[in-house]
T-cell receptor
């Protein structure tokens, strides 16, 4: 079965620190990859996505993610976090070529301390 | 404004009772989804529907039922067979293309009395 693993469940950082959240998936075929974010009291929303082309994708608010096919990974990065980045982050995988069926990781809660 | 509306925001279920969670979208999306969110377990897919009058089981469909009689509506019934229904339920929709993102509602928190 397709699975998505997020290694960090809770991350606490000071403002201006660099962020990297890990995401690995188990499916061996072609995939579409997403990072969603849920800010406190808000809907889940798309942060960035990869479906083809440049494996380094840039999203909103200075976030980026790198797809490394050989490692089945899609880690999320930001060089310098802000207090407003405090949220829960979900990695998600969709197997390309068929009907859309997205599998989510367990989520990582990021707390940024001013 | 276009979006997804879930109601109610909070719902309480008594033992042996079926309850129905509403999800309505005005985005003209073909695909709709129900996810269950539990602490430490992320989002797990309950049911999804790619088109009206058709739906498929997700990873944790036992104890749940759905219908898709209209494009804009995808209600979820939590039946008495679901022994651990307390969770946060999220409805989502999309145009159905695997390259496209999901749009989420604000969720319903279901608790057992």
């Amino acid at each position: 079965a397709q699975s998505v693993s997020q290694h960090n469940h809770h991350v606490i950082l000071s403002e201006a620190a660099s962020l990297e959240l890990g995401c690995n998936y188990s499916y061996g075929g072609t995939v579409n990859l997403f990072w969603y974010v849920q800010y406190p009291g808000q809907h889940l929303q798309l942060l960035l996505k990869y479906f083809s082309g440049d494996p380094l994708v840039k999203g909103i608010k200075g976030f980026e993610a790198e797809f490394i096919k050989s490692k089945f990974s899609f880690n999320l990065r930001k060089p310098s976090v802000q207090w407003s980045d405090t949220a829960e982050y979900f990695c998600a995988v969709d197997r390309s070529g068929g009907y859309q069926k997205v599998t989510f990781g367990t989520g990582t809660k990021l707390q940024v301390i001013p | 404004d276009g979006g997804i509306t879930q109601s109610p925001k909070y719902l309480f279920r008594k033992e042996g009772q079926n309850v129905t969670l509403s999800c309505e979208q005005n985005l003209n999306h073909d695909a709709m989804y129900w996810y269950r969110q539990d602490p430490g377990q992320g989002l797990r897919l309950i049911y999804y529907s790619q088109i009206v009058n058709d739906f498929q089981k997700g990873d944790i469909a036992e104890g749940y039922s759905v219908s898709r009689e209209k494009k804009e509506s995808f209600p979820l019934t939590v039946t008495s067979a679901q022994k651990n229904p307390t969770a946060f339920y999220l409805c989502a929709s999309s145009i159905g293309d695997p390259n496209e993102k999901l749009f989420f509602g604000s969720g319903t928190q279901l608790s057992v009395l």
